[in-house]
């Protein structure tokens, strides 16, 4: 007697198509589709985009975001800044001969109570005294600091992103040392209040 073939399910006739978009602070810009069988399966993906992809600016090639998924409506998936980054070859292309690399990695808890890790870069235009390096890093972690306890996660997060944190830094260590460049290289979110931030919210999310 002939067996009985079991029928195979197809997995992705199962699965729903999710549109994953920005925060509010970036535009709430479609930065991807994914699919899912589970709308809580999409809770924590961390999706990878560059500055590029949602300002049509050909400036920020070289800066890719990160953006963590922590509420599904529907379907579509919003997000919060997780971090960014420089792109190696970028960072790469900066240094030059006879000069200075100053790093700096300062932890900052922004006014409305995120955590966040700032990693700096500033690189001088000739050789840095070891006295010019102290006095140059005193500057960053200060403005730093400042800048934390006068703005929110998302006004940190915009203008840590978009330069300005790192162009009042260069406009303060110029006077110290001839500098070629200041920016803010790397954010990594590593605490945030997002339980209060989601109880105010979901249903006041509008749908895409």
């Known amino acids: 007697m002939p067996r009985r073939r079991r029928k195979v399910q197809d997995k992705w006739r199962l699965k729903s198509w999710y549109d994953i978009h920005s925060p509010p602070y970036f535009g709430e810009a479609h930065i991807g589709s994914a ?7 999409m809770i924590g993906r961390v999706i990878a985009k560059t500055l590029y992809d949602l300002t049509d600016d050909f400036a920020h090639q070289h800066l890719k975001l990160f953006f963590k998924i922590v509420a599904v409506k529907e379907n579509n998936c919003f997000t919060i800044f997780k971090g960014h980054e420089y792109s190696r070859e970028y960072l790469r292309g900066l240094v030059r001969r006879r000069s200075t690399r100053i790093d700096d990695i300062l932890n900052i808890t922004t006014k409305d109570g995120y955590k966040v890790r700032v990693s700096t870069v500033v690189l001088s235009a000739k050789k840095a005294r070891t006295s010019q390096v102290s006095a140059v890093r005193k500057i960053i972690q200060r403005i730093a600091n400042e800048k934390a306890q006068d ?35 790397k954010t990594k979110l590593m605490a945030s209040p997002i339980k209060k931030e989601m109880e105010k919210s979901i249903e006041d999310i509008p749908t895409v």
């Open 35 to 41: 699919p899912c069988s589970d709308p809580n399966k």
């Open 151 to 185: 703005l929110s996660f998302e006004q940190f997060v915009r203008e840590a992103v978009l330069g300005k944190i790192a162009s009042d830094m260069y406009n303060e260590t110029k006077n110290i040392i001839p500098i070629r460049h200041v920016g803010i290289r």
